[in-house]
């Protein structure tokens, strides 16, 4: 099995930042799975965030992320993070990370096994 604990999230001013830490563990976890943030506001479906390989190869949703928000990766430390930069009150939500096997970078939800209890964004306008 796999665990995802996220880390990170707070209530932030518009304009602000947070940086989203996600620590995967676990017996079959491996450096080589890809790694995906995702969130949820109330009321919503799950929207994909960004996505990364484990060489660091990247995706992101461009409609709202428009270069506000990386993702990185240090596979020493099994740790993915989601750097949230120019916050709005729009990007209030629940953030999650999720994690699967194989390479090919993914915008689905339904492309991950395994995902965290996720951590609550909340920007204040």
């Known amino acids: 099995q796999v665990q995802l604990v996220e880390s990170g999230g707070g209530l932030v001013q518009a304009g602000g930042s947070l940086r989203l830490s996600c620590a995967a563990s676990g017996r079959t976890f491996s450096s080589s799975y890809r790694m995906g943030w995702f969130r949820q506001a109330p009321g919503k479906g799950r929207d994909f965030v960004a996505a990364i390989s484990w060489t660091g190869g990247s995706i992101t949703d461009a409609d709202f992320v428009k270069g506000r928000f990386t993702i990185s990766r240090d596979n020493a430390k099994n740790t993915v993070y989601l750097q949230l930069n120019s916050l709005k009150p729009e990007d209030t939500a629940v953030y999650y990370c999720?994690?699967?096997?194989?390479?090919?970078?993914?915008?689905?939800?339904?492309?991950?096994?395994?995902w965290g209890q996720g951590t609550q964004v909340t920007v204040s306008s």
């Open positions: 999720a994690a699967s096997p194989g390479g090919r970078l993914s915008k689905s939800v339904a492309s991950y096994d395994y």
